[in-house]
T-cell receptor
Framework: DAGVIQSPRHEVTEMGQEVTLRCKPI?????LFWYRQTMMRGLELLIY????????DSGMPEDRFSAKMPNASFSTLKIQPSEPRDSAVYFC?????????????FGQGTRLTVV | AQSVTQLDSQVPVFEEAPVELRCNYS??????LFWYVQYPNQGLQLLLK??????LVKGINGFEAEFNKSQTSFHLRKPSVHISDTAEYFC???????????FGTGTRLKVLA
């Protein structure tokens, strides 16, 4: 398996524009997570899904953020409209069900810069 | 609610010296404990985890960690570091019954020649 695949790796956009980040989890994994990494706040959990259903979105900062998982092999995180304070590295991770003994595998991240 | 505290944001250490990266957590429920490492411009990868049993856990690349329930700590150690260990290290908890991780803010380990 190629691991968790995120696209794009880098995104530069202007304030006010819509941004869509994409993630393909590892095949067979039941859980998918979106994290945001900044210098000030470290790694924050934004939302996670189980079998394509959102379980906990309490970390989504504002209504400008939305996430979807239309099927087991694809998820998107959308920011509309984007703001400079959204600049961060966004990570997607996936994990198999089976208890605490399973580990989460992370993608390489999308570095978002909003100017 | 759960929280993870990594007191040291940066730790410089000379090559072949020992290192300890500190992690403390708080939680009102049982948690599992993890250390992840992030090399520059990469995602995170698992170093080691504590689920139950022996409080001393060994991981990859010669790292180990000790779970101390009374002190709610899970410090990471390596007896002799290499230049290649330069990276950011994250401590995380996963509340029992969930699959999510809550991360600390990370410790940047810089190994000096």
């Amino acid at each position: 398996d190629a691991g968790v695949i995120q696209s794009p790796r880098h995104e530069v956009t202007e304030m006010g524009q819509e941004v869509t980040l994409r993630c393909k989890p590892i095949s067979g994994h039941d859980y998918l997570f979106w994290y945001r990494q900044t210098m000030m706040r470290g790694l924050e959990l934004l939302i996670y899904f189980n079998n394509n259903v959102p379980i906990d979105d309490s970390g989504m900062p504002e209504d400008r953020f939305s996430a979807k998982m239309p099927n087991a092999s694809f998820s998107t995180l959308k920011i509309q409209p984007s703001e400079p304070r959204d600049s961060a590295v966004y990570f997607c991770a996936s994990r198999r069900a089976g208890g605490a003994n399973t580990e989460a595998f992370f993608g390489q991240g999308t570095r978002l810069t909003v100017v | 609610a759960q929280s993870v505290t990594q007191l040291d944001s940066q730790v410089p250490v000379f090559e072949e010296a020992p290192v300890e990266l500190r992690c403390n957590y708080s939680s009102s429920v049982s948690v599992y404990l993890f250390w992840y490492v992030q090399y520059p411009n990469q995602g995170l990868q698992l170093l080691l985890k504590y689920l139950s049993g022996s409080t001393l856990v060994k991981g990859i690349n010669g790292f180990e960690a000790e779970f101390n329930k009374s002190q709610t700590s899970f410090h990471l150690r390596k007896p002799s570091v290499h230049i290649s260990d330069t990276a950011e290290y994250f401590c995380a908890v996963s509340p029992a019954g969930t699959y999510k991780y809550i991360f600390g803010t990370g410790t940047r380990l810089k190994v000096l020649a």
